[in-house]
């Protein structure tokens, strides 16, 4: 009963041979454990120090949502941080072949949006599966959004996959 999926910046292939990947691969799987004792002495300071902390870390972006902020001082956790890296490091070992069984069943439901400079799924995978698959609805950003595009372009990502459904909602 799905009528549309939407992937934003699909990390669905190749995750570890990725640019990001090569970088953040043997952090995740070999090191991951290092970052545990500081984020555990992180913990203990006030929420208000926490949140100042994440502001200056994001003081680069040209808009910074304060619920980024709020959700971000959430990292502050070792259970949380250890749950993130445990993920990500399964992530960097099991994400390796695109399945293209799956995407060729369901390709009149997908929407794939891929990024000009995203260094988890570079441009180079949106070339491969746009040619693989020139029927399917496989998108390439023309605004320079990035993959983590929520912490400063939620609202504008928001506005453009509204656009995209509007037939299918007014189906609904």
Known sequence: QVLRSVLLFPTIERMAQSPQGK?????????????????????????GVKASLVRFAL?????????SITTSVNLF?????????????????????????????????????????????PQHY???IKMD???????????GLRHAFVLDASKEMAAMITDWLRDDLTKL
């Open 23 to 47: 970088l953040m691969t043997p952090l995740l799987c070999k090191l991951r454990y290092v970052l545990y004792m500081p984020v555990y002495l992180l913990s203990f300071l006030p929420e």
């Open 59 to 67: 003081r680069g972006m040209k808009t910074c949502d304060e619920s």
């Open 77 to 121: 956790s070792v259970d949380c941080i250890a749950n993130i890296l445990y993920m990500a490091s399964q992530e960097m070992m099991k994400v390796v072949e695109r399945d293209s069984t799956t995407i060729k069943q369901n390709l009149k439901k997908l929407i794939f949006y891929y990024g000009t400079g995203d260094s988890w799924c």
């Open 126 to 128: 949106y070339d491969e």
């Open 133 to 143: 698959f020139p029927d399917g609805d496989i998108r390439l950003c023309e605004k």
